[in-house]
């Protein structure tokens, strides 16, 4: 079940997401809830592994402003280090950061069903 | 613009549409703001685009992203930049870029707010600021337009003009007046709205154009436009340009342009004597029909000093007497000798350094800027005092016909003018003769014909001048107080070589005799006219034949050579 607490649990800076959000709880979850059928880490893995940095760097910043905004901190800091590896179209070994992100959104994932 | 001001109002809500790819973000600023604004959202450039050609008129802001697919932000940027309408929608850059804020604010965007969205209140803040800056500015800009093209009107684009020549002291600009050719028979055959539309669409035109290459448009007033431009030798180009194909539909009639052009303006004048310039150079060009340009140049100039010298001297002319009256006799040819009938004054300038000043050199300068108002009532003062003269002399009233401007007719004192002057003299009101020319009944006629009617109940007698040289038809006639028709000079000229003119004023003579009214034909210079115009029933002669206007002492010939034939007719 998708709670504040839960969140914060899970490491999310939920004071600052509940922030951005005027302090309304339910549409700070209902935004977070809509994260879960996002594809696009799927999508980068894909285009990392097509060596296409640009739409790599195009999936990975706009992941960051989605997760940013929410403040889920756990998912943010493996994307936000391959939005700055992407940017410089750094061609690198990616593995080890896509596999942390997609532990994270599973985690997330998890918590909203 | 008035979709714009529409928008002003305090008391609506404003919308803001917010471009943003990532769904996530569009809802959370939506939330944001969703308690001030009512928002509207795109998830690219494309959406936005579609969104705000159908909604222009009501967005208030633009909240933007910029790295998104299809357009991006950027690219939305310069589409806006480059649109009359859209650019004046204020856009806020939404990134996370540090580069990007000073990016977007080159490329026109008013503030940016950076992700994520940390504090909401300086979000709303931010917003409501740049709206209300982008309102206050389209409202200075309401009154700098005018309404109908959203073009500066003339006193604002004087100011722009003026300050882009104290910009660039050493760029040499052009200052173009241009009009729309026979308006007012568009207006007549498609209505007042088409004409409207023409006018829309040459003042988009001018506008491009002015944007285009770093100028600046205005409208005078009616069909009148001013354009400030870098100077340009191209002028075929900039007519091109100006003046293709302005009609609406392609069967309607060709609609042209005419272009006056004072090339490398001289600033020092100011630009309303620049404009001045342009606008008279535009009113040389004679053609009509095609659209063509004229320049403004030295003869011009000259002229125009020539006519500020004639103006300035007008007082001095009047104070001592270097307008003299002069009289032409008209003639009588109904019955078996030509009789002495009337005379028309008409005024001479005798100036004493210039020599004798032609009429048609002052004439239509003084009615351009009223001082016709006393040159008329000094030749109605004239002729009262002359008719007197002769009446105490000989002891008949010679009837005389004064010029009646149009600007006359709007003076409120004019009837009470004239009968005073006819009073001071002893004159009857009806030994006045009232030349109104037959185009100023097409100005205003009702309140014309109201005027003339009182003119008519106070005893003048009304002449209509130049009759067949307007657009009055003669069917119009029937509903003018009208007493005597003068046909214009330009049949009688030629009525012995052309059957149809001489048909023509066959026509008007019976016409005006139906209706009751005398005939005079002006311009008679051969016996061949005199006759024909006999035979088609003409009343009265006016011309060389008989005499050319001559002064009032010389004119006492045929008042003393009339006075012996009716003594000897009546032996």
Redo the contacts between chains.
């Keep these: 079940m998708l709670t504040v607490d839960a969140l914060r649990e899970y490491g999310a800076d939920v004071d600052t997401g509940l922030a951005r959000c005027l302090n309304n709880e339910a549409f700070y979850l209902r935004m977070v809830s809509m994260t879960v059928p996002d594809t696009k880490l799927d999508e980068l893995e894909a285009a990392i592994a097509a060596k296409d940095l640009d739409r790599g760097f195009e999936l990975a910043h706009a992941m960051k402003g989605m997760y940013s905004n929410l403040a889920l901190t756990p998912i943010l800091n493996p994307v936000n280090e391959m939005t700055e590896l992407l940017r410089a179209r750094t061609d690198t070994d990616y593995s080890k950061l896509l596999a942390e992100a997609k532990l994270q959104k599973e985690m997330l994932n998890r918590m909203a069903e | 613009m008035e979709e714009n001001t529409s928008k002003i109002n305090a008391n609506h809500r404003r919308y803001v549409l917010i471009v943003d ?5 569009r ?2 600023l939506g ?2 703001i969703g308690n001030d604004y009512d928002v509207m959202y795109a998830s690219n450039g494309c959406e936005a685009l579609d969104i705000l050609h159908e909604n222009s008129y009501r967005i208030s802001l633009i909240l933007l ?1 910029i ?1 998104m ?1 299809e357009m991006n932000g950027y690219e939305l940027l310069e589409v806006l930049r480059n649109d009359m309408e859209l650019r004046k929608i204020p856009v806020i850059v939404l990134t ?1 870029e540090k580069s990007a804020e000073v990016d977007s604010l080159r490329m026109g965007a008013v503030d940016f707010i950076p ?6 209140d300086v979000i709303l803040a931010r917003v409501g600021r740049s709206i209300k800056l982008a309102e206050d500015s389209s409202l200075l800009s309401a009154t700098e337009q005018d309404s109908m093209t959203g073009l500066y009107n003339k006193g604002f684009f004087y100011v722009y003009a003026d300050m882009h020549g104290r910009l660039n002291p050493d760029m040499d600009m052009d200052a173009v007046a241009i009009d729309i050719n026979r308006l007012h028979i568009v207006n007549d055959l498609y209505g007042r709205a088409y004409g409207d539309q023409v006018i829309r669409r040459l003042a988009g035109r001018i506008k491009r154009y002015a944007y285009e290459h770093g100028g600046y448009a205005g409208r005078s007033d009616g069909d009148l436009f001013y354009l400030y431009i870098p100077h340009t030798d191209d002028c075929d180009a900039l007519l091109e340009e100006l003046g293709k194909d302005l009609r609406l539909n392609d069967d309607d009639i060709q609609i042209t342009l005419r272009m006056g052009i004072y090339q490398n303006a001289d600033r020092s004048t100011g630009m309303e004597a620049c404009f001045d310039r342009a606008e008279n150079a535009c009113k040389t060009v004679r053609n009509t029909y095609a659209s063509s340009y004229s320049f403004y140049d030295s003869k011009m100039h000259e002229k125009e000093l020539y006519d500020e010298q004639l103006l300035g001297e007008v007082d001095t002319a009047l104070a001592e007497g270097q307008f003299k009256v002069y009289f032409q006799p008209k003639y009588n040819i109904r019955g078996g000798r030509p009789v002495l009938s009337s005379a028309e004054a008409l005024v001479r300038w005798i100036h004493p350094a210039l020599g004798f000043i032609s009429p048609g050199a002052f004439i239509p300068l003084f009615e351009k800027n009223g001082l016709i108002l006393k040159l008329d009532k000094y030749v109605w003062k004239k002729s009262a005092e002359q008719m007197r003269i002769w009446k105490e002399k000989y002891g008949v009233v010679i009837p005389v016909s004064v010029n009646i401007s149009r600007m006359d007719i709007y003076e409120p004192g004019l009837e009470d003018e004239i009968r005073s002057i006819a009073a001071a003299e002893g004159i009857a009101n009806d030994a006045f003769l009232l030349e109104i020319t037959e185009s100023a009944y097409t100005d205003n006629s009702d309140y014309i014909i109201s005027v003339v009617n009182s003119l008519r109940s106070s005893g003048f007698r009304i002449e209509m001048d130049d009759f067949g040289s307007g657009y009055s038809s003669l069917s119009m006639l029937a509903s003018l107080p009208v007493d005597v028709l003068k046909i214009d000079m330009a049949f009688v000229r030629n009525i012995t070589t052309s059957e149809k003119d001489y048909r023509m004023i066959r026509l008007m003579i019976d016409v005006a005799g139906f209706m009751g009214m005398t005939t005079v034909a002006e311009g008679v210079e051969t016996k061949e006219q005199l006759d024909l115009l006999g035979q088609a029933g003409c009343d009265v002669i006016q011309g060389y034949y008989f005499s050319k206007p001559v002064p009032p002492d010389e004119f006492e010939q045929f008042i003393e050579k009339e006075l012996e034939e009716s003594k000897n007719a009546d032996s």
């Design positions: 790819d990532e769904e996530i973000n809802q959370m939330f944001i992203d790295l697919p996370s992700k994520p969205y940390d504090m909401p």
